[in-house]
């Protein structure tokens, strides 16, 4: 390995809300308004500590912490059918498409981890279905039977990691991309590295997990991670 690449990447794992799709501000809006219903807010710090994880899982947390007189299965149903009517717009974020496709034309096996579920999955790839098609396989924590417990666990990362092709690669051969800090935790207590993508406005004591930090999926340097370089055919 020369002295500039930091590990010698054979798999990549993509998180998908806030990383891949631009639906971060979906969840924060539809969540603010039902929570200013009560009469309370969704404070940043709150939001960090549901990024990522399973919906049930958040709804526990921010029921929990604001003492909200309302039942995890009753925030569930609206909230869902509120994000639902907005998803199908989702947008994939700067640098996403041409590093995926990058990724895919050299034959680099790529897989989605997230903790969204599959129904809402299939909404947010409504314009994007040739996209999601060049991952190797998908991972819903959100409703996979194998998934017992979402980030900040490493079980979603490993089981993604099992699904490939063939052997699974030891954890230092993978790399993860997330926005979140329980997704930066997970992927650090599987091992992996992680290059982290975070919101502007979250704190640095958030991103100390992550192997990289960067603004912008646009920002990677692909041969840090042994991965071929965009000039490369
Ligand atoms: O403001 C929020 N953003 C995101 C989530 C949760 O994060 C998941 C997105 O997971 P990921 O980042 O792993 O794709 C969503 O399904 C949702 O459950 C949340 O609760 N609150």
Redesign the pocket.
């Known amino acids: 390995m020369s002295a500039n690449v930091k590990a010698n990447i054979t798999h990549v794992i993509f998180?998908?809300?806030?990383?891949?799709?631009d639906?971060?501000k979906i969840?924060?809006q539809v969540?603010r308004g039902l929570i200013e219903k009560y009469g309370k807010t969704?404070p940043f710090e709150l939001?960090v500590n549901?990024?990522?994880?399973?919906?049930?899982?958040?709804?526990k947390?921010?029921i929990d912490h604001l003492s909200l007189p309302i039942s995890i299965e009753e925030w569930l149903e609206v909230s869902q059918k509120a994000v639902l009517e907005k998803f199908a717009d989702a947008k994939l974020l700067p640098g996403v498409d041409k590093l995926i496709r990058h990724l895919h034309k050299h034959a680099i096996p790529i897989a989605?981890?997230?903790?969204?579920?599959s129904t809402?999955l299939k909404v947010k790839a409504t314009h994007h279905g040739e996209f999601f098609s060049l991952f190797h396989h998908i991972l819903c924590?959100?409703d996979d039977p194998e998934v017992k417990r979402?980030?900040p666990n490493p079980d979603?990362f490993q089981i993604a990691a099992s699904r490939f092709n063939g052997e699974t690669p030891s954890p230092e051969k993978v790399l993860v991309f997330?926005?979140?800090f329980?997704?930066v935790e997970a992927a650090k207590a599987a091992g992996m590295h992680c290059v982290m993508v975070p919101d502007t406005r979250l704190d640095r004591k958030y991103t100390k997990s992550a192997t990289v930090v960067l603004d912008s999926i646009e920002d990677l340097c692909l041969t840090d991670w042994g991965l071929p370089s965009f000039t490369d055919t």
Do not use: F, H, P, Q
């Open positions: 998180d998908m809300d806030g990383l891949l799709l639906t971060e969840y924060e969540y969704y939001k549901c990024m990522g994880r399973k919906a049930s899982e958040a709804a947390v921010i989605v981890a997230t903790g969204s579920s809402n924590s959100g979402g980030k979603i997330e926005d979140s329980l997704g």
